[in-house]
């Protein structure tokens, strides 16, 4: 199977977003979606979302399924947005369970915030696989970034979330609740022992010193050979030293607040108050 993948970036998040459909057929998937938010006045926008809608409507597509590669602390995901208006199931790896409970407790969310995953309609686990039409979807759990982290494989493309970078860029910190650099080289090896022709999709992109253009296409063999943190037979010991102290120079990702908050909850917002509005909590030293 050859997956007919269409990308979305957004500049502001630096996430591309993915249209992936059967090669002859009208069944689609997507992945790892983007809701727009202006932190500063607390606005949402669905732009971005309007434009993977209108591209699915316009292409003649079907959604099977909104999949997520992990819970993103760098954007909001719109996925209830798109299954309003597109349909399709929403998936992500059942240790999302782990993530709810971490975070469950440091926004105080108490009872009434479930930590069962039951926001999405499906948890994915390790070896289960779901049908995009003709088209099978393998789930990989690919913990390291977190521990809820899946890549996707699918025909000849794997979309890895933010395990990898391009590989002038490298790979993704681990120093989130969870996260852990040993595991994510193991998992990262994991990937790598795909046909070096296996197409990986990333799930952001920084551009990276002396690049032009944003990217987020390579393959197995480019990851192989050129990985900056991973390439040309890095060692496990010399990539948790590495990982580890860069981690360590790190701040939050500017939208971690809000987007933790939102995305623990399948993209929902949280329950309005008696004036009708949602509210999110800022804990003060918290992170």
Known sequence: MYPRVHAFFDEATNTATYVVAEPEGSACAIIDSVLDFDYASGATDTRSADAVINFVRTQGLQLAWILETHVHADHLSAAPYLQEALGGRLAIGENITLVQNTFGKVFNEGTKFARDGSQFDRLLTEGDSVMIGQMRVQAWHTPGHTPACMTFVIGDAAFVGDTLFMPDYGTARCDFPGGSAAVMY???????????????????????????????????GAQ??????????????????????????????????????????????????????????????GF
């Not at 994991?190 to 296409?217: M, N, Q, S």
């Not at 360590?248 to 917002?269: E, K, V």
């Not at 008696?274 to 804990?283: A, E």
């Open 186 to 220: 193991d998992s990262i090896q994991r990937i790598l022992a795909l046909p070096d022709e296996t197409r990986i999709f990333v799930c952001h992109d920084y551009k990276a010193p002396g690049r032009d253009a944003f990217a987020w296409e390579t393959t197995v």
């Open 224 to 285: 192989k050979a050129l990985n900056k943190h991973v390439g040309s037979g890095q060692s496990k010991d010399a990539f948790v030293t590495m990982r580890e102290s860069r981690d360590a120079t790190l701040a939050m990702p500017r939208l971690i607040i809000p987007s933790l908050q939102i995305n623990m909850r399948a993209g929902q917002m949280p329950e309005p108050e008696g004036n009708g509005l949602s509210y999110l909590k800022v804990p003060l030293n």
